[in-house]
């Protein structure tokens, strides 16, 4: 078929590039890992821990932070350059056992271990976690200090015998789950960036995009094509498959990438599926109108550049939803932008199907239909005036 | 038999009128001239005949098949090469003639021999898998030439093919398209050099204003507008001798003498010419050179239009 011949051939074109190679693949995945790095909720926090004395049960308190799988524990030597790290956010929070540790619990006194956090809300959290090591050891040496006081063994052997008793079974445990929905979620660190990202890259892929079809057209190619025995159906047909087919190619790029790389969750895969090809449909819409529109490449590929990071912010796909006001999440519900990212929430996080997110598939289909309507016509237009 | 037919082609671009009632009629193997200065309404013509415009009025066909925008089985009849080079810049030649070459149906079979041939024609071979935005100007109207060759069209239709080529590359054009007309294709060739009109041109139309002044062979199209040879004689010896002597004859129309030269309006400077030089002798006036000015299709754009051809 002829519209296959353009559109394999806006794909060979397409490939050949060098910076849309890197605009289209490397960049969009680049950004994943450095959003999901900075800003994802689930990456190991680092906790400096200064063990001021030489005393086994210091040593120990730091053990047991080291043994915890939801921290990665580094030693310091110096209190200072640990308060210092962590100001600077190198490690996220700071654990100092003093000197006389030992020595206070063995003469029966309460120990003060300081912990040092950053004034944000994970410091909370993770305050949480080093408190219940602390607890642990309480408990331990509440036991021990009853044996002694019993006459029954010495602290030394107390402390040992107690801690067998609790690292064995019995006792009671408090598991945790929660309900309700957590601002972020209890999701990978990638999760949410991901599908903004590829939200945001094939929308601006697709627009900027529409330099290629502008330069077709300029070139007098698209002319020359409608001078063979090609219908206007078919070229349309063609470079609306070109756009789609870049489009589809570099989101389902980013999926899979994203992936197998950062072991993103995309939920549903027919529903996820449906929402890329949905958002690959908008995207070939919106560059084919563009590409009408427009009679200067360059200016098209700056303004493709401007509208796509517009839409993006404007629709969530810079920053969530969540901290937009009410008012501002309904103005973003303009953009398909909101709708394929409400979609992808439903199928992240609460394990939506496609049945789940069928207003906001066929809100999107709605999108696909208006803009792929109206790019088709205007280039026909265009071509044959 | 007509390979293309036109009729009452009219556009116009909002107030301007861009092409007024234009028609002709190009047979097999013949080479059909549009000769015109800049905006004369070539391009939009070639446009119409194409399917690329849309027509205010008029009817085309080519090998009896209608010809609009709407319409595509006339089109596999036409090879189109645009003014402008329309290529991709960032494919190879092989590859812009293959992706053409599907455009115009070729079969899958015979699209790589073809492809092939056509590089050879247009002498790319050895440069065929280079991307043609390194190719030189003139390389790349060859390519833009190429394409328009690949089915074999039955018209074949180019719109100043020649425009910023070396000479070389200029003269290897002309042949190709003389050769094409020799092998039976009907050519549609726009212009605005007089001389490669009349070198290729079995007729030509006179095109400006959007408007058709005049047609035919180079001849007619002469004899039409009154225009005569001029010989031109360098003399020894009395000029004004000579002068009273060719008065008599009834062929000159008019005769101009200067110290040492004449210059002679006859119709037909072939058959005249030996009977001035017999009066020459006979007037004992010794001629040391003899030049024939044909009239050109310069002359007759100039007569027509009263304006240059190019300006
Ligand atoms: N798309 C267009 N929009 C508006 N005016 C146009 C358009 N195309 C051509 N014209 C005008 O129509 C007239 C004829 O243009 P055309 O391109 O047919 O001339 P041409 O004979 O091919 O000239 P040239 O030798 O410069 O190529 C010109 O005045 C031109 O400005
Ligand atoms: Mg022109």
Redesign the pocket.
Same mark, same amino acid.
């Given at each position: 078929m002829k519209a296959w011949a353009i559109t394999t051939t806006n794909i060979k074109r397409l490939v050949r590039d060098p910076s849309t190679i890197f605009f289209v693949f490397v960049f969009p995945m680049l950004l994943i890992l450095v959003l999901g790095a900075s800003f994802g909720g689930g990456f190991t926090p680092k906790v400096g821990v200064h063990v001021a004395g030489d005393g086994v049960y210091a040593q120990g308190f730091a053990d047991q932070i080291d043994a915890n799988e939801e921290f990665e524990s580094i030693d310091y030597s110096d209190s200072g350059a640990l308060l210092e790290d962590v100001e600077r956010g190198i490690v996220q929070m700071g654990v100092i056992i003093p000197a006389n540790y030992d020595d206070t619990l063995a003469s029966g006194g309460t120990a003060t271990v300081e912990y040092v956090g950053r004034l944000d809300q994970s410091s909370v959290q993770y305050r949480a976690s080093i408190e219940a090591v602390a607890t642990d050891q309480s408990a331990v040496f509440g036991a021990a200090r009853i044996v002694e006081g019993e006459g029954l063994a010495d602290f030394d052997s107390a402390v040992t015998a107690a801690q067998l008793v609790a690292s064995g079974p019995g006792g009671s445990e408090v598991v945790v789950s929660t309900t309700g929905e957590a601002l972020f979620g209890d999701i990978g660190q990638f999760d949410l960036g991901a599908p903004s990202n590829l939200i945001l890259f094939v929308f601006l892929t697709s627009l900027a995009g529409s330099a290629a079809l502008i330069q077709t057209r300029r070139l007098g190619v698209s002319r020359r094509m409608v001078s063979t025995p090609t219908s206007i159906g078919q070229i349309l047909l063609g470079e609306t498959g070109g756009r789609f087919a870049v489009a589809m190619i570099q989101g389902l790029f980013i999926m899979v990438g994203s992936a197998v790389a950062f072991d993103v969750k995309w939920g549903n895969l027919l529903g996820a599926g449906v929402l890329l090809v949905l958002i690959a449909l908008i995207g070939a819409g919106a560059g084919m109108l563009m590409g009408a529109l427009f009679d200067n490449d360059e200016q098209a590929g700056s303004m493709g550049v401007f509208i796509g990071l517009g839409l993006a912010a404007l629709g969530g796909a810079m920053f969530p939803l969540e901290v937009f006001p009410d008012t501002m999440v309904k103005v973003a519900h303009i953009t398909p932008h909101a709708w394929a990212i409400d979609g992808f929430a439903e199928l992240i996080r609460h394990g939506g199907t496609l049945a789940s997110i069928a207003t906001e598939v066929l809100v999107l289909m709605g999108f696909a239909v208006v803009l792929l309507v109206l790019g088709t016509w205007r280039l026909r237009a265009k071509l044959t &005036? | 038999m007509n390979v293309l037919e036109c009729e009452g082609l009219a556009k116009a671009?909002?107030e301007?009128v =861009?092409?007024d009632d234009v028609g002709f009629h190009i047979a097999a193997g013949e080479t059909y001239g549009l000769l015109?200065?800049?905006? =004369?309404?070539?391009?939009?013509?070639?446009?119409m005949i194409s399917g690329i415009l849309e027509s205010d009025a008029g009817k085309v066909t080519v090998a009896g098949k209608e010809i609009t925008t709407r319409t595509t089985d006339g089109n596999a009849e036409i090879g189109y090469v645009p003014?402008d080079i329309a290529i991709y810049p960032d494919l190879t030649a092989r590859e812009n003639l293959r992706f053409f070459g599907k455009l115009y149906g070729i079969p899958k079979a015979s699209l790589g021999p073809r492809v092939d041939e056509v590089l050879e024609v247009i002498g790319l071979s050895d440069r065929g898998d280079d991307r043609t935005e390194e190719y030189s100007g003139g390389m790349k109207r060859r390519l833009n030439i190429g394409i328009g060759l690949l089915h074999e069209p039955s018209l074949l239709i180019l719109?100043?093919p020649t425009v910023g080529v070396d000479p070389q590359s200029r003269n290897s054009i002309l042949e190709s398209v003389e050769l094409l007309g020799q092998s039976g294709t009907a050519v549609l060739y726009?212009t &605005?050099y007089m001389e490669e009109a009349e070198r290729l041109c079995d007729r030509v139309a006179i095109?400006d204003g959007?408007k058709i002044r005049a047609e035919g062979t180079r001849r007619e199209l002469v004899e039409l507008v009154g225009q005569r040879d001029t010989i031109n004689l360098g003399v020894i010896g009395s000029a004004y001798r000579l002068v009273e002597a060719l008065e008599s004859m009834p062929e000159i129309h008019k005769i101009t003498a200067a110290d040492a030269s004449v210059e002679i309006l006859v119709d037909g400077a072939s058959s005249v010419l030996p009977r001035i030089l017999e009066v020459a002798q006979q007037s004992e006036v010794g001629v040391s050179g003899v030049e024939v000015v044909e009239p050109n299709l310069e002359s007759v754009f100039l007569h027509l239009t009263g304006k240059a051809l190019r300006d």
């Open positions: &005036h | 671009f909002d301007l =861009a092409v015109g200065p800049n905006g =004369a309404g070539k391009t939009t013509t070639i446009s003014q719109d100043e726009t &605005h095109i959007g």
